[in-house]
Nanobody
Framework: QVQLVESGGGLVQAGGSLRLSCAAS????????VGWFRQAPGKEREFVAA????????TYADSVKGRFSISRDNAKNTVYLQMNSLKPEDTAVYYC?????????????????WGQGTQVTVSS
């Protein structure tokens, strides 16, 4: 079992920045790739970014490329999502998820464990 806890969400004005954290406990964190997903009211959950077990491979949704950056610190069992130049359309609940299979994935069905989410609200 892996337990994931997100933090760092909040209310920010358009153009601002936030850094989300995903803290893991349980099994060896470096064995898991981690993804960030988000879900806005009335919409389906969508992929945001993912990072491989070692951190060497990263992938982003087109909508956040150049604005968001994912990183990890395996010594701290934490993955980060730095979000810059935020837009009102980035407003959503953000979830981190972990998967034991190798490599990154955009597919939420490939992830085994999920956190409870953290709210990000971007005002115009």
């Amino acid at each position: 079992q892996v337990q994931l806890v997100e933090s760092g969400g909040g209310l920010v004005q358009a153009g601002g920045s936030l850094r989300l954290s995903c803290a893991a406990s349980g099994r060896t964190f470096s064995n898991y790739a981690v993804g960030w997903f988000r879900q806005a009211p009335g919409k389906e959950r969508e992929f945001v970014a993912a990072i491989s077990q070692t951190g060497r491979s990263k992938t982003y949704a087109d909508s956040v490329k150049g604005r968001f950056s994912i990183s990890r610190d395996n010594a701290k069992n934490t993955v980060y999502l730095q979000m810059n130049s935020l837009k009102p359309e980035d407003t959503a609940v953000y979830y981190c998820a972990a998967k034991s299979s190798l490599g990154v994935s955009h597919d939420p069905l490939r992830y085994d464990y999920w956190g409870q989410g953290t709210q990000v609200t971007v005002s115009s």
